[in-house]
């Protein structure tokens, strides 16, 4: 059995239903957890043996070369430890952006099925049918709105020019009145002096005795 198969739980027989992208991907994140775990380890050992080199080059050179070698292979194991890495990360990468476009072609997909469904009811010959009969209704509305808003005479027709003519006849004899009452008094022809004299009053003594003198008069006609 491969590798891959042991990593992902494979079984290699045909017809074998294979991991989900998203089981895949899980278990590329705890490789690279492992090899980031070996990766420390590595490094703490590298640094060890070149401690002990350092300590051993002059006492013990025997010793600082075994320490030598003994970080070259941990330094070339933690460089194929980085390929590794760098290969996982970008499986990893190519699996997540798969599972993505996966993902949206199958919400596509249900969307597309959904709008299908909904116009599977739909003729667009009816709907054009529909959309005039609405056109239609508006218009109607609209001529309705208009004859309500229209002023009634209950029935009663004028010609308004005819009504407009007698408007302007009247304000124009409106204005003429006005215009005579300004300029009338001054026009009009003062009467004349009389050239007699008044009769003089007569004194009040005479006014009595003609009083008197018509009272019996009434008197005796009256008898």
Known sequence: MSLFAKMFGGGGGKGGKGPSPQEAIQKLRETEEMLTK???FLEKKIEQELQIAKKNGTKNKRAALQALKRKKRYEKQLAQ?????STIEFQREALENANTNTEVLKN???AAKAMKSAHENMDIDKVDDLMQDITEQQELAQEISDAISKPVGFGEEFDEDELLAELDE?????LDKNLLEIGGPENAPLPNVPSSSLPSR???KEE???DMEDLQRWAMEAM
């Open 38 to 40: 070996k990766q420390e």
């Open 108 to 110: 596509m997909g249900f």
């Open 202 to 204: 007569p004194a009040k």
């Open 81 to 85: 430890i980085d390929g590794t890495l």
């Open 170 to 174: 009247l304000e124009q004899e409106e």
């Open 208 to 210: 009595d005795e003609d």
